[in-house]
């Protein structure tokens, strides 16, 4: 945990992955964020992964560092409260994140209405409100259609949600923007990320769009790296190992350890081609050079191929399950300075990450744990709304929050 955001306070009132993924990163970063749920939890408060006594891990792991207040929202003085909260007065509040519909009681006009300069930000599935989710937008944007094994039609669904980690990321920014537009002119602003724009830009961004436009659809390929020379290749003691070339460096480093000079050389003779400089051609002639390149790993260990890849300066990779990883990878977990142990709501104790991001030369503050659902439900509503003990009772009494 850092204090850069320290001050500020954010109400998210959301489910699934990415505006929670938002509220965490703004939490890591120091700033009070106040995540309201339905009585009983939201859609997202028993989803998979869970722990052996059905917590949710998936919960757990999104909502670290936040205050959970818990409102019967299917009421209308339920969500008058949601709506008080996000309205709140303060320089260094009127900041809520969401993924509620466009419409309803939680729109930005019905925020605007009770303070003027709130900034909403919104992440939706698509741009004219229809719902998606993560898959459903990368199977429309055809990902998967690109990615798996080349003699294989079927799409692979695969398991990182992109977008919505993505979409995370980018509310974050667009809000920290806002607020930084909102101190200079006092506006306020309703900022929507839909998750089919993130797709649609970010394959803008990376070329693919025109790439299509000049060239139709890229084949899939299987592990080849598109455009370089990169791919899986095993070792004689049955390891799997990964390597890259992009840069001439790179190239250079790789063909020296395996001692493939001479017959790359050959091949460059032959097609009258210099690898040297051109990743692209490396890439183009991939199906003469992977052969070379498998009898060299399969004649030498992973353990022998490891640390001459790193005197080398080659860039490379051991493929291990995420199990293998936690408990025993020294720079991903088991030594990481990003990751304490903590005791979760769920009751089980496992290695937790803070930022990803570090300050250099200053101290990591504790990673806190996720709050029980309604845990801070009194606090706020007296911090927040100012409401004193009788009120809060009464709240609790006619079952308003829990």
């Keep these: 945990?850092?204090?850069?955001?320290?001050?500020?306070?954010?109400?998210?009132?959301?489910?699934?992955?990415?505006?929670?993924?938002?509220g965490l990163h703004l939490a890591q970063m120091g700033a009070e964020v106040i995540r309201f749920d339905a009585i009983g939890g939201g859609p997202d408060y028993r989803r998979w992964p869970v722990a052996p006594g059905g917590d949710s891990l998936y919960w757990e792991g999104l909502n670290k560092g936040k205050k959970s207040i818990a409102i019967d929202l299917g009421r209308p003085e339920g969500r008058e409260l949601a709506v008080a909260l996000a309205t709140a007065?303060?320089?260094?509040?009127?900041?809520?994140?969401?993924?509620?519909?466009?419409?309803?009681?939680?729109?930005?006009?019905?925020?605007?209405?009770?303070?003027?300069?709130?900034?909403?930000?919104?992440?939706?599935?698509?741009?004219?409100?229809?719902?998606?989710?993560?898959?459903?937008i990368n199977a429309a944007v055809g990902v998967p259609q690109m990615t798996g094994p080349a003699d294989d039609e079927r799409p692979v669904n695969h398991v990182l949600p992109a977008w919505d980690l993505l979409g995370g990321a980018y509310a974050a920014?667009?809000?920290?923007?806002?607020?930084?537009?909102?101190?200079?002119?006092?506006?306020?602003?309703?900022?929507?990320?839909?998750?089919?724009?993130?797709?649609?830009?970010?394959?803008?961004?990376?070329?693919?769009v025109a790439e299509v436009l000049s060239a139709g659809d890229r084949p899939r390929m299987g592990n080849d790296l598109f455009g370089a020379f990169g791919r899986d290749f095993v070792t004689a003691d049955g390891r799997r190992l990964i390597v890259v070339a992009i840069t001439p460096r790179q190239w250079s480093g790789l063909l020296k350890t395996l001692d493939l000079g001479d017959a790359v050389g050959a091949v460059e003779a032959e097609l009258g081609v210099s690898f040297a400089r051109d990743e692209?051609?490396?890439?183009?002639?991939?199906?003469?050079?992977?052969?070379?390149?498998e009898a060299a790993f399969a004649t030498r260990s992973a353990e022998a191929l490891k640390p001459a890849f790193d005197a080398g300066g080659v860039t490379w990779g051991e493929?291990?399950?995420?199990?293998?990883?936690?408990?025993?990878?020294?720079?991903?977990?088991?030594?990481?300075?990003?990751?304490?142990?903590?005791?979760?709501?769920?009751?089980?104790?496992?290695?937790?990450?803070?930022?990803?991001?570090?300050?250099?030369?200053?101290?990591?503050?504790?990673?806190?744990?996720?709050?029980?659902?309604?845990?801070?439900?009194?606090?706020?509503?007296?911090?927040?709304?100012?409401?004193?003990?009788?009120?809060i009772g009464r709240l609790h009494d006619e079952g308003l929050v829990a």
């Design 1 to 22: 945990m850092y204090e850069l955001l320290k001050g500020l306070r954010v109400v998210e009132g959301a489910a699934f992955i990415a505006a929670p993924s938002c």
């Design 89 to 136: 007065p303060g320089d260094n509040a009127g900041l809520f994140l969401t993924n509620y519909p466009v419409k309803g009681f939680l729109s930005h006009e019905a925020l605007a209405a009770k303070r003027a300069d709130i900034i909403s930000v919104r992440v939706m599935g698509w741009a004219d409100g229809s719902p998606a989710v993560d898959y459903t």
């Design 173 to 208: 920014f667009a809000m920290t923007s806002a607020l930084l537009r909102r101190r200079i002119s006092g506006e306020g602003a309703e900022i929507r990320i839909p998750l089919s724009d993130l797709a649609a830009s970010s394959l803008s961004h990376l070329g693919s």
């Design 280 to 293: 692209g051609l490396r890439f183009i002639h991939r199906a003469r050079l992977f052969p070379l390149f």
């Design 319 to 391: 493929y291990q399950t995420l199990h293998q990883a936690v408990t025993t990878d020294p720079r991903l977990f088991t030594a990481n300075p990003l990751f304490e142990t903590l005791t979760h709501p769920s009751g089980l104790s496992y290695p937790t990450s803070g930022p990803a991001g570090t300050l250099a030369n200053e101290a990591r503050g504790p990673v806190t744990s996720a709050p029980k659902l309604g845990q801070h439900t009194d606090e706020v509503l007296a911090a927040v709304l100012g409401l004193d003990s009788g009120a």
